[in-house]
């Protein structure tokens, strides 16, 4: 019985490697012969013109042999700036395959257009590590061109239930022409927990903790260089958003990050790093609870929580004007909540 986990993930990698195999081969089907060769210099042309079309050029950065990584944009919008995601691609003897697509449309092709620009190789996938609008609305430019998306069960059913409504901010936000195309994504390929894809020569582990930053957030080990792409799971000098979060599972998660020793870190947010900088997010997560338990053992009232809330510590990390205060707030009620459901709290 010890081996089943194990078992269960062969199987799950097995079926995951055969579907995206059987949509690629699909996708070439359509167009056969030299039509296909044709149809490949179109859409590199085509994602070309519209990545210069919306006046914007992306560089990669290489972070070791054959992975490179884009960093964030920050998009203006009509009521302030909105801050986009990393996302990055690995370059493997078959392929490229994508992690995280941008927040639109025309991210989407800015990002196809830089893998683009590093190889000739074949986009065979792109990856959605959570089901954050910055990581996700991009993928409508990969599955136009023929690339599968690959996501979590259960970040596809999050983003099915509310990312209409997210895009229609970001249409209020950005305006109808930067989010031109763009549309709620519907994965080609869904994964449950755990697996290895092998479509590009180059083995990617998806690791998908249970409970952790957001249903269904996953991050990517690629083996070759030891790189983990670790989404919205662990980040780099930036606070996370702890909307979605399983703050009591996170922890948990971050070990297992942790345990595969990775020489370089890649997050969703912030600098590039290593697995040493898992220790420093995961201590911002200790910190939090502790600083909040703190303030309600001292009688302080979610009305005058925002004045108190502050971690110096903490200030000069990336997005925390921007989340800390929410984050506070979040952490107060699940441990005040935690506080009254304990056994004796009627008579506390």
Not at 1 to 28: D, H
Not at 79 to 94: L, Y
Not at 126 to 152: C, D, K, N, R, Y
Not at 241 to 252: H, I, K, S, V, Y
Request: net charge neutral; with cysteine.
């Amino acid at each position: 019985m010890k081996r089943l986990p194990a078992m269960i993930t062969r199987l799950q990698s097995c079926e995951v490697n055969l579907a995206i195999r059987i949509f690629t081969l699909r996708t070439r089907a359509r167009i056969t012969g030299r039509a296909y060769g044709t149809f490949g210099l179109l859409v590199s042309l085509v994602v070309t013109a519209s990545a210069l079309a919306a006046g914007a050029s992306r560089e990669a950065t290489r972070i070791a042999p054959g992975v490179y990584a884009l960093h964030a944009r920050t998009f203006a919008g009509g009521t302030g700036d909105i801050a986009g995601a990393n996302s990055a691609f690995v370059v493997g003897p078959r392929g490229v395959v994508a992690i995280d697509t941008g927040i639109s449309r025309a991210e989407g092709d800015e990002i196809v257009a830089a893998v683009r620009a590093v190889t000739a190789k074949p986009i065979v996938l792109a990856i959605l590590t959570h089901p954050s609008q910055e990581a996700i609305f991009g993928a409508s430019a990969f599955q136009a061109h023929g690339i599968p998306v690959l996501a979590h069960r259960d970040a596809a059913a999050l983003v099915a239930g509310r990312c209409a409504t997210c895009l229609a901010r970001l249409d209020a936000a950005l305006g109808a022409d930067a989010m031109a195309g763009t549309r709620v994504p519907v994965p080609d390929v869904l994964v449950d927990g755990d697996a290895t894809l092998d479509v590009i020569g180059r083995p990617l582990r998806l690791i998908a903790p249970p409970r952790a930053s957001a249903p269904g957030a996953l991050a990517v080990l690629d083996v070759e260089s030891a790189t983990l792409f670790a989404g919205s799971l662990a980040a780099v000098h930036a606070i996370p958003d702890l909307r979605d979060a399983d703050a009591e599972g996170w922890p948990a998660a971050l070990a297992v990050l942790a345990a595969t020793r990775c020489r370089h870190l890649v997050p969703s947010y912030g600098p590039a790093g290593s697995c040493a900088d898992i220790a420093g997010f995961a201590r911002y997560l200790a910190d939090l609870d502790a600083h909040i338990a703190h303030l309600l053992d001292g009688g302080v009232s979610l009305a005058e929580l925002d004045r108190a809330s502050a971690m110096p510590r903490y200030a000069g990390w990336e997005r925390y004007e921007a989340l800390h205060r929410a984050n506070a707030s979040r952490a107060y009620l699940r441990l005040e909540r935690a506080f009254f459901d304990a056994p004796g709290a009627a008579g506390r």
